[in-house]
């Protein structure tokens, strides 16, 4: 059974770091593309990051400059490493997989992934 939990989150303030975790179970992420969506309250789910694949990767014009996605295969867990932050980060943070590789014109749309971890809480907030 594919799991995800994500991990890391909280309250940090204004220009402050945060990394979040994704534990993946259930299949090995070697050859599964990576991604971290978000959706803020009162708007639409938005893609973040990804790490396809086949190598790829990917940032929202957003977060470019500011966040980091990376992977430890061996350990089976995909990261979000995030800095700057700015209240606007602020949302529920999800982990995302799927077997197929991304592209550049979709990576960020969600309903081309099939694994969904529940999320985890980012406020920036001074």
Same mark, same amino acid.
């Given at each position: 059974?594919?799991?995800?939990?994500?991990?890391?989150?909280?309250? @940090?303030?204004?220009?402050?770091?945060?990394?979040?975790?994704? #534990?993946?179970?259930?299949?090995? !992420?070697?050859?599964? &593309? +990576?991604?971290?969506?978000?959706?803020?309250?009162?708007?639409?789910?938005?893609?973040?990051?990804?790490?396809?694949?086949?190598?790829?990767?990917?940032?929202?014009?957003? @977060?470019?400059?500011?966040?980091?996605?990376?992977?430890?295969? #061996?350990?089976?867990?995909?990261? !979000?490493?995030?800095? &700057? +932050?700015?209240?606007?980060?602020?949302?529920?943070?999800?982990?995302?997989?799927?077997?197929?590789?991304?592209?550049?014109?979709?990576?960020?749309?969600?309903?081309?992934?099939?694994?969904?971890?529940?999320?985890?809480?980012?406020?920036?907030?001074?």
């Amino acid at each position: 059974q594919v799991q995800l939990v994500e991990s890391g989150g909280g309250l @940090v303030r204004p220009g402050g770091s945060l990394t979040l975790s994704c #534990a993946a179970s259930g299949f090995t !992420l070697d050859n599964y &593309s +990576l991604a971290w969506f978000r959706q803020a309250p009162g708007k639409e789910r938005e893609g973040v990051s990804c790490s396809s694949s086949d190598g790829s990767t990917y940032y929202s014009d957003s @977060v470019k400059g500011r966040f980091i996605i990376s992977r430890d295969n #061996a350990k089976n867990t995909v990261y !979000l490493q995030m800095d &700057s +932050l700015k209240p606007e980060d602020t949302a529920v943070y999800y982990c995302v997989a799927d077997s197929h590789s991304m592209g550049l014109g979709f990576w960020d749309e969600s309903r081309w992934y099939d694994y969904w971890g529940q999320g985890t809480q980012v406020t920036v907030s001074s």
